[in-house]
């Protein structure tokens, strides 16, 4: 994770999901708590878009698709998930992340300067190796250049 410059904490995250021909959905799912307002990732699946993403288990959602979400219910930010088929994006934070940003009277948003950016696409979950070749430089040897 990478952290605030003035402070040991941890960064808010925007999470861009792709779903991927080899996986079904984004691999995670949302839950709510009686005792504290707002929406929290549930368990995320190893591998899945949403893992690769950045998600972590008990991240609060701020932000779906660049709408902060602070006042809609469970089903209205299932709606706005499932709103573009093939992708989403959540801007979500910890708890540390969260505590910090209300004792300091900051509104987490995506605009902040230092929100993490972390994107599933390109990634594809259903090669089990995946190796991102964009970076290699590829050099074939002939035999008269080896002797």
């Known amino acids: ?15 861009h999901m792709v779903k991927s021909a080899g996986y ?4 995670f799912n949302l839950y709510q708590e009686k005792s504290r307002p707002g929406q ?19 991240d609060k959602i701020v932000e779906v698709n660049g709408v902060n ?15 573009i088929s093939s992708e989403t994006t ?20 995506s605009s902040l300067h230092y929100v993490e950016y972390i994107s599933s696409e390109g990634f594809a979950s259903d090669d089990e190796d995946f190796i991102d070749t964009r970076l290699q430089i590829v050099r074939v040897d002939t035999d008269e250049q080896r002797n």
């Open 90 to 109: 959540l801007l979500v934070a910890d708890q540390e992340c969260e505590d910090y940003h209300t004792e300091q009277g900051i509104v987490i948003k």
């Open 69 to 83: 979400i602070a006042q809609e219910n469970h089903k209205q930010v299932v709606g706005r998930i499932k709103a």
């Open 24 to 27: 079904d959905g984004y691999g």
């Open 1 to 15: 994770h990478r952290t605030m410059a003035h402070c040991p904490i941890t960064a808010p995250r925007l999470c």
């Open 40 to 58: 929290f990732i549930g368990k995320i699946e190893p591998g899945s878009p949403a893992d690769v993403a950045g998600l972590k288990e008990d």
